[in-house]
């Protein structure tokens, strides 16, 4: 009798990388290679702290990488740390508690062990997988960690980038510059999955006339595995090896190629594995292709167009992120001609009949394929990701509904949330720890976070010092080094460190730099802006952010700001840091006391950051928009209620008034206003109102049960 074969999923091969780095360790050091190769490290309490004490230093240099920081530590050294008292029972408990979380048993989104499938161009998990941009990234490593607390079955999916995303360097005249680095596969808590017979497991996909190859990787996040497809391998030619080299850049043939690996190849891995999906989540429209390749196998099955369409809306969830009908992106007749010419044949189905899938007016042959068209007609249930950003969305796409009243359109909204372990800083957590009662699995509970008010003025206030002062030891190191790799004289490199302050109150603005942010706003009102910067209340600014290599407008946008280190009366009260990344993100929401943004009104989808801040106790200055325009109750931060009528110019006009205006009159002043134990009691209680109105709404817990909920809607299952 033939027994059948457990379909591949890279888990023995995990096993097997971790087996051959426990190899080099010394036995008693062995668990460190299995929790190396596992993420969950990164948000388990203690866990980052585990590796790092083994060498702070190599720590760094290994980018917070652990399996790199095992493979290069000198197991001497590791002979010598096991005689420290302590060092071994910490490792032996964090693998402890490592085999505890895994074995948890699995509750069912749908049908028992049957699993999400999140399917996404970009997964920020962690620094060290530099396989994200920003938001968007972010959030969907943040739902995946989610999902592995909670204990639900899922899978990611993904594309493995051989150089992921770029590193920044700005030049002395405020210029970026982008480069890439190889990523080193052999180093990365990765390991590519292999079939029974031990070769790597392939998926291929008709591309350009010939048969693209990708193989697969297998990163695991706590209890969910992560699949990243990769075309380096030596069955393509050179140019298709290429393909998934980086994220979102190259031509229009590169990133249409990455958005077919990602939707065809992505669901013929998934098969392949012998992954039996609950439900599908399409994360923006990159992930839409997808869809293709469903409606292909329903077609093939022997279904007619119209029964296959139901039942692949039957299993499909999508997430729009993009308000802005220019970012969603459309591809002509002949850019899906030239990459994916067999799939009209594929579809049973002529051109003219693909492509009016994914226009907005079927009929009209002047519309392109757009990738959120065809999404939101094809899936069965669609959602932006905050309240008003659905309102923009069914406005936006109501014509793809015709007689269809635009409050009627089928698109709803789960508003984003954040990973609370991943983002709160270790100091908070443990503050409300000794508060909150039933923390840390409380949390989503608001009549929890009512216990806020309980925590003495002096202790919150503590914990906000100690964590901007943590932040200003790094901006003084950061700002000098950096100064001094752009060329910078010396004395004017060591300004930087002697201007910025533990005490000041200190703002940060980063995200990803495109134009919409406006971070220029920061530079309007210039003299004003010096006066606050220099006065008796001084304000101090932290920025970083990247912008996307083509976009000459960001750059100009970060010439402009850079611009402001040189004015000599500001001596390094604005400081730019280059690179930011998770890790940088993660000082930066941590350590600043009011986090600021300005979006041009209607153009955020959600925003994230400021809710990271917000569950450190920073206050968040921001215009009405994405997340805080549902989140602001007029006691938690302030706010600018910008006009989306205005012209751009007046709009922004008003927009830097209203920011120094609130500065000056109202931000500064409640900061400084000390009690005689030096509290500023003012301040602490809006970071009171502040975490007890946003830290149970803004996290992932409470926006992946809202998923959850809607895929069983779908899916017609019960509840839990
Ligand atoms: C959270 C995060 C973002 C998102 O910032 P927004 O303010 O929501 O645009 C971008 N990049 C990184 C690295 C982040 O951690």
Redesign the pocket.
């Known amino acids: 009798m033939q027994t059948r074969q457990p379909s591949p999923d890279g888990k023995r091969d995990l096993a097997v990388a971790a087996a051959i780095l426990a190899g080099h360790l010394p036995p008693e050091f062995a668990p460190l290679a299995t929790l190396a190769y596992n993420y969950w490290w990164s948000w388990a309490p203690g866990g980052e702290d585990v590796f790092s004490s083994l060498d702070p230093h190599r720590w760094q240099r290994c980018g917070m990488n652990p399996v790199r920081l095992l493979q290069e530590l000198d197991p001497s050294r590791l002979r010598v740390l096991a005689m420290q008292p302590g060092v071994l029972p910490r490792v032996e408990a964090l693998a402890r508690a490592l085999r505890e979380e895994l074995r948890r048993p699995e509750r069912a989104i749908t049908v028992p062990g049957r699993p999400a499938v999140i399917v996404c161009a970009e997964f ?1 998990i962690h620094r060290s997988l530099p396989f ?8 969907a490593g943040d739902f995946l960690k989610e999902v592995s607390d909670q204990g639900y079955p899922a899978a990611g999916i993904g594309l493995f980038y051989s150089q992921g995303s770029f590193h920044q360097r700005v030049d002395n005249s405020g210029w970026q510059h982008e480069f890439w680095l190889d990523t080193d596969s052999d180093r990365l808590p990765a390991a590519v999955v292999t079939g029974a017979d031990g070769a790597p497991l392939t998926v291929s996909v008709p591309m350009r006339g010939r048969e693209l190859t990708a193989q697969v990787w297998r990163v695991d996040v706590g209890r969910v595995p992560l699949y990243l497809l990769d075309t380096n391998h030596p069955g393509n030619v050179p140019g298709d090896r290429w393909i998934t080299s980086r994220l979102y850049v190259g031509n229009r043939e590169v990133r249409l190629a990455q958005y077919a690996l990602l939707g065809i190849g992505g669901i013929r891995a998934m098969r392949a594995m012998g992954i039996e999906p609950a439900i599908i989540h399409l994360n923006e429209g990159h992930a839409g292709l997808a869809l293709l390749e469903l409606l292909r196998e329903q077609i093939a099955a022997g279904a007619g167009v119209e029964a296959a369409t139901e039942r692949v809306r039957a299993a499909t969830v999508f997430t729009t992120h993009t308000p802005v009908a220019a970012g969603n992106e459309t591809l002509s007749t002949d850019d899906l001609r030239s990459v994916l010419p067999d799939l009209p044949a594929s579809l049973g189905m002529e051109w003219p009949e693909v492509v009016a899938m994914g226009r907005i007016r079927p009929e009209d042959p002047a519309e392109p394929f757009g990738l959120t068209p065809f999404a939101l007609r094809m899936t069965g249930a669609a959602n932006a990701v905050s309240r008003l950003h659905g309102e923009v969305a069914r406005q936006m796409w109501h014509d793809l509904w015709p007689g269809v009243a635009p409050e009627q359109v089928p698109i709803g909204h789960v508003t ?1 949330g ?1 990973h609370m372990a991943t ?1 709160m800083a270790p100091e908070m957590w443990a503050l409300l720890g000794r508060y909150l009662p039933g923390w840390p699995a409380s949390a989503a509970d608001p009549a929890t976070w009512e216990h806020v008010d309980e925590i003495p003025d002096g202790e919150l206030w503590a914990v906000r010092c100690q964590l901007r002062a943590g932040l200003g030891g790094f901006v003084r190191d950061r700002s000098v080094v950096e100064r001094l790799g752009r060329g910078e004289a010396l004395p004017y490199a060591e300004s930087a460190a002697r201007a910025w302050s533990d005490d000041s109150l200190t703002a940060g603005f ?3 730099i495109a134009t919409y ?1 406006r971070l220029y706003l920061v530079t309007r009102n210039l003299d004003r802006g010096l006066r606050l910067m220099n006065g008796e209340l001084p304000v101090q600014l932290v920025i970083a ?1 990247r912008a996307h290599p083509s976009d000459d407008d960001a750059k100009r946008t970060v010439q402009q700001v850079f611009a402001l280190n040189y004015l000599p009366n500001l001596a390094g009260r604005v400081v730019f840091l280059e690179e ?3 890790a ?3 000082r930066l ?1 941590r350590g600043s006391d009011l986090w600021v ?1 300005l979006p041009r009104p209607l153009n ?1 989808a ?7 801040s917000a569950l450190n106790g920073g206050l968040q200055l921001s215009v009405l928009d ?1 997340w805080w325009a549902e989140a602001y109750d007029g006691a938690n931060g302030w706010a600018i209620a910008s006009n989306p009528g205005l012209p751009a110019a007046e709009q922004d006009a008003q927009d830097a008034t209203a920011l120094f205006d609130l500065l000056e009159s109202e931000v500064l002043p409640l900061f400084y206003a000390r009690n005689e134990h030096g509290i500023p009691h003012g301040w602490v209680q809006k970071m009171k109102a502040s975490l007890k109105s946003i830290g149970p709404r803004f996290t992932a817990t409470r926006m992946l049960g809202e998923y959850v909920d809607r895929a069983r809607a779908l899916r017609g299952a019960p509840g839990e």
Do not use: F, I, Q
């Open positions: 920020g994200y941009a920003g938001g968007l990234g972010v959030l984003n954040v983002w980063a995200r990803r942010k952010g930011h990344d998770m940088l993100s993660a929401v943004n955020e959600s925003g994230t950051s400021g809710m990271k994405g």
